[in-house]
């Protein structure tokens, strides 16, 4: 019985170096360098501005709340420091993703236009406010907008520029409807 055992155990052995097991299978290769997406130069400038405009106009229509009395402008007035606030949001999120600093201070026309809306109260404050709402960008910017989202070179840029251009149009629309009802 041992010398059958001993056979038996010697041609299983040969039999398994015969047949080896198949090789793992090889993992497959990673793909190339993954292409970092870059911002254009001219994309830095509009982020910069829109950023910068989200600020000023969040913060106009912050003095709203406590300086006007119709309640429709307060309504639409913390409406509108909501969607600046989520603009605003948007474009430090692009600046955080590229490395840029934003400043976040206005320019000396904004602080000066804050000043004095600062001081109104009342129906003199509603329509300085109004006024500003509905006069927040000019023909040239809203031409950089349509542009930039058209030819801006990441989907975020392109998306924020159409975020803007609509929440701009809004202003205009919605601001002179309370203006001249």
């Given at each position: 019985?041992?010398?059958?055992?001993?056979?038996?155990?010697?041609?299983?052995?040969?039999?398994?170096?015969?047949?080896?097991?198949?090789?793992?299978?090889?993992?497959?290769?990673?793909?190339?360098?993954t292409a970092s997406l870059k911002l254009a130069a001219a994309d830095v400038g509009i982020v910069q501005s829109?950023?910068?405009?989200?600020?000023y106009m969040k913060a106009i229509a912050s003095l709203a709340a406590t300086h006007s009395e119709d309640a429709l402008i307060k309504g639409f007035a913390s409406q509108l420091a909501q969607d600046y606030d989520?603009?605003?949001?948007?474009?430090?999120?692009?600046?955080?993703?590229?490395?840029?600093?934003?400043?976040?201070?206005?320019?000396?026309?904004?602080?000066?236009?804050?000043?004095?809306?600062?001081?109104?109260?009342?129906?003199?404050?509603?329509?300085?406010?109004?006024?500003?709402?509905?006069?927040?960008?000019?023909?040239?910017?809203?031409?950089?907008?349509?542009?930039?989202?058209?030819?801006?070179?990441?989907?975020?840029?392109?998306?924020?520029?159409?975020?803007?251009?609509?929440?701009?149009?809004?202003?205009?629309?919605?601001?002179?409807?309370?203006?001249?009802?």
């Amino acid at each position: 019985m041992r010398r059958y055992s001993i056979t038996c155990i010697a041609f299983l052995a040969m039999g398994g170096c015969m047949f080896p097991p198949n090789p793992p299978r090889v993992p497959p290769l990673p793909k190339g360098p993954t292409a970092s997406l870059k911002l254009a130069a001219a994309d830095v400038g509009i982020v910069q501005s829109i950023d910068s405009k989200a600020v000023y106009m969040k913060a106009i229509a912050s003095l709203a709340a406590t300086h006007s009395e119709d309640a429709l402008i307060k309504g639409f007035a913390s409406q509108l420091a909501q969607d600046y606030d989520k603009t605003h949001v948007a474009a430090q999120k692009i600046a955080t993703n590229f490395n840029l600093t934003l400043a976040d201070t206005s320019s000396p026309v904004e602080k000066a236009r804050l000043a004095t809306l600062g001081k109104l109260y009342g129906r003199p404050f509603d329509k300085a406010f109004l006024y500003d709402i509905t006069h927040a960008s000019t023909a040239k910017e809203r031409a950089t907008l349509v542009a930039v989202q058209k030819n801006g070179s990441i989907a975020d840029v392109k998306s924020l520029a159409t975020a803007v251009a609509t929440l701009l149009e809004q202003c205009r629309t919605q601001g002179n409807g309370l203006y001249h009802r």
